[in-house]
């Protein structure tokens, strides 16, 4: 397995920088991260919804979504026995904060200190296998809170980022959303792979204005940058999500349901009027501020609509919030291309941190065997040409490229999945469809008309089928 070969690699590396104790701790950490949860960063610019969407991802009320100070610094959220925050200063040692939530999130006072990251232990099983990063809003108009997820993001040469994957978020396609993505993608041999990167259209609701039928134009538009020239080799995926609507799906309390079928009650001609504008929506009353906080106009109207359609408990309505916000497709996304991934993009941060190590010491064969991991692996190959696809640094006939995609996992690892079978085909359909496809991919390969790059591409498409015959055995 490629995480074996990896931890194997990283103890000769511990073993040869003995003498350099600064090294050795460093690789010892990349060792350990091995067998860590993934670790995803959440990122974006300021206001893009980064806390709530995380919120929405936990199943709580966790991360602070105003301007507090969580906001401001990296914050790891990572599972736990129990409720702790840990503040780790520039210089010194962590220091343990009490844990203190107000309207349900967490507030943290950290003194004027100077802080490298905040570190959230929290029961969640959300969390047993992904530790969430929220990170500080990119062009920010603070430049410091800017540059502190930048420089987490995008470390210089002699750090490697600490984040095994990105969750991207905008509002709609920046030119420096674009820029930053490009600026996260790792480059040199074998390391750009858009697969470590989703984006996310985030407050999807507020794109037409808050109307029921807002998340269609959303996922429209989602579609549409899926192939947009400027994200097509930075991002895997896009997809959109209400953020504030999951949230409130998975946090919905019975006194909130109660409001809302209240609200459902009234005409709904005076519902609608009311929602023209906060002020008149709220008129001094204190619970439908509340409600508008927590679930914004879309979600108010989308609740009402629900409601008077036979939505008869709270149970049910959170359960419709969740399914129409976007944050399902969301996680099966980053179930598709993260946690179906996990070892090989946790082995991919280790390589690339002991490549960082090994090139600042001359290299030598510890240089080398990263070289051979990297070009010999057939999973990176695989990761290599689905981003050489997407990109359009390799091209192949316009019918060839869905099969070509979903084989090599754009779709999910399993085998029957990458040979567009249902996830419980027989293991006698899988080996008689992969058999099929080497057939096809074989003489694809040797199609004199396709260019040097292309037929390169079909024979790792051969291996990749190879491959899949001899599982489905």
Not at 131 to 150: F, K, M, Q, W, Y
Not at 269 to 295: C, H, N, P, V, W
Not at 389 to 397: F, I, T
Request: net charge positive; aromatic share 4%.
């Amino acid at each position: 397995m490629i995480i074996d070969e990896v931890r194997r690699v990283l103890s000769l590396a511990v073993d040869a920088y003995r003498d350099q104790p600064r090294a050795a701790q460093f690789l010892r950490a990349q060792l350990d991260r091995l067998e860590s949860p993934l670790r995803v960063a959440i990122a974006g610019r300021v206001k893009a919804g980064k806390s709530t969407l995380l919120n929405a991802l936990v199943g709580d009320s966790l991360a602070p979504t105003d301007a507090g100070e969580c906001t401001r610094v990296v914050t790891w959220y990572q599972d736990g026995r129990s409720p702790r925050v840990v503040m780790h200063p520039l210089s010194g040692n962590p220091v343990s904060l009490p844990v203190v939530r107000r309207d349900g999130a967490l507030s943290v006072d950290l003194g004027g200190a100077a802080v490298s990251r905040l570190v959230v232990d929290w029961p969640a099983q959300s969390l047993r296998h992904t530790t969430l990063i929220d990170t500080p809003g990119i062009a920010s108009l603070s430049a410091e809170n800017s540059a502190r997820a930048v420089r987490f993001l995008t470390p210089d040469d002699e750090t490697p980022t600490e984040a095994d994957a990105v969750i991207y978020l905008m509002k709609h396609l920046h030119s420096a959303d674009a820029s930053f993505l490009e600026s996260f993608r790792d480059q040199g041999v074998a390391r750009a792979a858009a697969i470590n990167t989703v984006a996310v259209i985030s407050r999807a609701d507020e794109i037409a204005g808050g109307r029921v039928d807002a998340m269609i134009s959303a996922r429209s538009i989602a579609a549409r940058y899926r192939s947009a020239p400027e994200l097509h080799g930075l991002a895997q995926n896009v997809v959109a999500v209400a953020g504030l609507v999951a949230m409130a799906g998975r946090t919905l309390t019975q006194a909130e349901f109660v409001a809302l079928s209240t609200l459902a009650a009234e005409p709904r001609e005076t519902i609608e009027s009311s929602l023209l504008s906060a002020d008149r929506f709220t008129s001094g009353s204190a619970e439908r501020a509340a409600l508008l906080r927590r679930f914004g106009v879309f979600g108010i109207r989308l609740s009402v609509t629900l409601i008077r359609q036979g939505v008869r408990s709270q149970a049910a309505l959170a359960d419709e919030l969740v399914a129409r916000s976007g944050l399902r497709e969301l996680q099966r996304v980053l179930h598709t291309q993260f946690s179906e991934r996990r070892e090989l993009l946790k082995a991919r941060s280790a390589l690339l941190a002991l490549d960082r190590v090994v090139r600042g010491s001359g290299g030598g064969r510890l240089a080398g065997e990263v070289e051979r991991i990297f070009a010999g692996t057939h999973e990176f190959a695989e990761l290599r040409l689905l981003s050489a696809l997407r990109s359009g640094a390799v091209s192949l006939p316009r019918p060839m490229v869905a099969e070509a995609e979903r084989l090599l996992g754009d779709s999910g690892i399993a085998p029957a999945v990458r040979l567009g079978l249902a996830p419980d085909a027989v293991a006698a359909e899988v080996r008689q469809t992969a058999f099929a496809a080497l057939r096809r991919w074989q003489a694809h390969a040797e199609n004199p008309m396709l260019g040097r790059k292309s037929a390169d591409a079909c024979r790792v498409l051969v291996r990749t089928c190879e491959g899949l015959l001899t599982r489905g055995r």
